[in-house]
């Protein structure tokens, strides 16, 4: 069972990927404020994040790679956004610790799909 995170500030996103990633059998908090992400990560200790990029008042950027304990690797991450130019400015996801991404509005079998896939990556 994968633990997963979704920080969204919109709380009818958070509810609805909730709902449908616990129905495939994950174990899902969905996050409203991203200034407790740090804490939830710490507490909760998940295995994927589902962040979103626009984030009142919250540097995405700066919080990535996101870390588990100081000395972990960086959390997988799917970033999701409704701005089709928001990763033109960063050169390398992958060294943020982002496995994907995803642009809203999202199918649910596109969802479904990253999330496998970072699972699948995060086992190897």
């Given at each position: ?27 899902v ?10 804490a939830?990560?710490?507490?909760w200790q ?8 626009n984030?009142p008042?919250f ?23 409704g ?9 390398d996801?992958?060294?943020l ?7 809203k509005?999202?199918?649910?079998t ?8 970072a ?6």
């Amino acid at each position: 069972m994968t633990r997963i995170l979704v920080v969204d500030d919109d709380a009818d996103i958070g509810r609805l990927v909730a709902e449908v990633l616990g129905d495939e059998g994950h174990q899902v908090r969905p996050l409203t404020r991203p200034q407790e992400l740090a804490a939830a990560i710490t507490s909760w200790q998940p295995d994927l994040v589902l962040l979103d990029v626009n984030l009142p008042y919250f540097d995405v950027w700066a919080a990535l790679p996101l870390k588990s304990a100081p000395a972990a690797l960086p959390l997988p991450v799917i970033l999701m956004t409704g701005d089709r130019n928001a990763f033109n400015a960063v050169a390398d996801l992958g060294a943020l610790g982002v496995t994907g991404h995803l642009f809203k509005p999202f199918e649910l079998t596109e969802l479904l799909a990253s999330v496998e896939c970072a699972c699948r990556l995060q086992s190897v």
